[in-house]
């Protein structure tokens, strides 16, 4: 089993290199996407400017390899923070004029929009441990996950998806948002698994070595 | 809900784990690497790691130190001291730290939080507030691990901060600051009062009872402290069930269920 984390030029992999690390699996730094093929399961990580990371996405030829693996061949896609944002159609972040939208991968059809705007009137960022709810049947992602185990989340953005079967957990934060969502093979979690602890891990050992759908 | 984060902070400077009282008279607590250890194993919501000499030399953080303790740590962990350029970020974030305390570049160089907000988003920058009590109500901001007087008001430096991308505030009194006499709580609700960011509280923390009080009365979104837990017998676990006892949401350590199949 070949996990394979894509490094496109964001930075802050080192922790998740380490809790897959932890989990006696010796991660791939994916640093060219012509690499992806030989991969097994692909973890997209994503901090900061959605828009940032999709122009490092672009201008890497990341967009079409991901999308090759993914929808093409079915593999297994974890995308986590502005990681899983980026699986979405588009975004209203990151851009300096009102209105305008920045494209995403779209692997879930979906739009991310800032937390605000979605009606939350708490505290933006939204940072700290929170729980998510488990909607619909039990997902390979959570197995041995309890119904409102805590995350860590740092975002002020959240993930629409169009078709609400494509969310598998929420979590409330002045407006209920997408915790984590899939599309078949692709999965997304607002949270860090790789920052949640005993919690977290749990949730990355599932992805690595669950059914791959 | 959202859980009030109980946060240990790590001052640390040079070869090992130290605390002052007032950012002075600095006893030795013990080694970085161990202290992490026992934080990420008990579960800590988040770890708060400062080098409080980094800013006295040129050379910028100690990016090798930062990532042997960075690489037993599973919760999320703030690293600041000596950072002056957004180089160092991108470097500690490499490093493996997972969000950036700025405090006295953020005077000195007024880019560069909005930078780093840029490049990396905002829920990456902490901004560090260290603040005397000036009269009644009205506090100013210190640089230099405390020993510079900026001149500047704390809500008019609140204020900047947030305008400019900070994603978080790290608020800390001076005065208070070792003296476990509990923490500045007019100072927090001001801030908080003037932010729609987090605003962590910091400085006085000497029982639980400092704790809720941050939170319930002065509207802090979480606690940082350490004389407490590198002197007492109190722990963030202990914090946590105080804050639980008094109605205020915490994180619970995960329980595994076991599988259904």
């Given at each position: 089993m070949r996990v394979g984390v894509i490094d496109y030029g964001v930075g802050n992999l080192s922790s998740v290199l380490r809790a897959i690390e932890e989990l006696r699996v010796v991660p791939v730094l994916v640093t060219r996407a012509m690499e992806l093929s030989s991969i097994d399961r692909m973890i997209l990580p994503g901090v900061g400017n959605f828009s940032d990371c999709a122009a490092l996405l672009a201008a890497g030829g990341w967009v079409a390899a991901i999308a090759d693996e993914a929808k093409g061949k079915g593999k297994p896609l974890l995308g986590i923070c502005v990681g899983?944002?980026?699986?979405?159609?588009?975004?209203?972040?990151?851009?300096?004029?009102?209105?305008?939208?920045?494209?995403?991968?779209?692997?879930?059809?979906?739009?991310?929009?800032?937390?605000?705007?979605?009606?939350?009137?708490?505290?933006?960022?939204?940072?700290?441990?929170?729980?998510?709810?488990?909607?619909?049947?039990?997902?390979?992602?959570?197995?041995?996950?309890?119904?409102?185990?805590?995350?860590?989340?740092?975002?002020?953005?959240?993930?629409?998806?169009?078709?609400?079967?494509?969310?598998?957990?929420?979590?409330?934060?002045?407006?209920?948002?997408?915790?984590?969502?899939?599309?078949?093979?692709?999965?997304?979690?607002q949270f860090h698994p790789e920052k949640s602890s005993r919690a977290g891990l749990r949730v990355l050992g599932n992805y690595i070595r669950g059914p791959a759908c | 809900m959202l859980k009030v984060r109980v946060i240990p902070t790590l001052l640390w400077k040079q070869f090992g784990l130290v605390k002052g009282v007032g950012f002075d008279s600095w006893r030795r607590v013990g080694p970085v690497l161990p202290a992490i250890k026992v934080y990420n194993q008990r579960e800590v919501d988040e770890i708060v790691l400062l080098d409080i000499v980094a800013h006295q030399t040129a050379q910028g953080p100690e990016f090798e130190s930062i990532e042997e303790f960075g690489g037993d740590c599973f919760v999320p962990m703030t690293v600041g001291g000596?950072?002056?350029?957004?180089?160092?970020?991108?470097?500690?974030?490499?490093?493996?730290?997972?969000?950036?305390?700025?405090?006295?570049?953020?005077?000195?160089?007024?880019?560069?939080?909005?930078e780093i907000a840029k490049r990396h988003g905002t829920q990456c920058v902490v901004a560090s507030i260290d603040v005397r009590a000036r009269d009644n109500w009205r506090w100013n901001c210190f640089s230099h691990a405390g020993s510079n007087d900026t001149g500047r008001d704390v809500r008019q430096w609140a204020r900047e901060v947030q305008d400019r991308g900070a994603g978080e505030i790290l608020l800390t009194s001076i005065d208070r600051?070792?003296?476990?006499?509990?923490?500045?709580?007019?100072?927090?609700?001001?801030?908080?009062?003037?932010?729609?960011?987090?605003v962590i509280a910091s400085g006085g923390a000497g029982n639980y009872l400092h704790m809720v009080t941050a939170v319930r009365e002065a509207g802090a979104s979480a606690v940082a402290a350490a004389s407490i837990f590198h002197f007492t017998e109190q722990t963030p676990a202990g914090a946590k069930q105080a804050l639980e006892a008094a109605g205020i949401p915490v994180r619970h350590p995960f329980r595994e269920v076991a599988d259904a199949c």
């Open positions: 899983m944002q980026l699986l979405a159609d588009y975004s209203s972040e990151g851009s300096d004029v009102p209105g305008q939208k920045t494209a995403g991968l779209g692997l879930i059809p979906g739009r991310v929009d800032h937390l605000a705007s979605l009606g939350c009137n708490l505290r933006v960022p939204h940072v700290g441990w929170n729980e998510i709810r488990v909607q619909g049947s039990a997902e390979v992602l959570l197995t041995g996950i309890p119904q409102t185990t805590d995350f860590y989340f740092v975002h002020s953005f959240a993930f629409v998806p169009d078709d609400p079967a494509d969310v598998v957990a929420v979590t409330d934060y002045g407006v209920e948002f997408a915790a984590v969502v899939r599309r078949g093979n692709v999965w997304g979690t | 000596g950072i002056t350029r957004i180089e160092h970020v991108q470097k500690l974030l490499r490093a493996g730290a997972d969000k950036i305390s700025v405090n006295t570049a953020a005077y000195e160089t007024p880019g560069l939080i909005a600051d070792g003296s476990m006499t509990g923490y500045d709580l007019p100072l927090i609700e001001t801030v908080a009062r003037e932010v729609s960011i987090p």
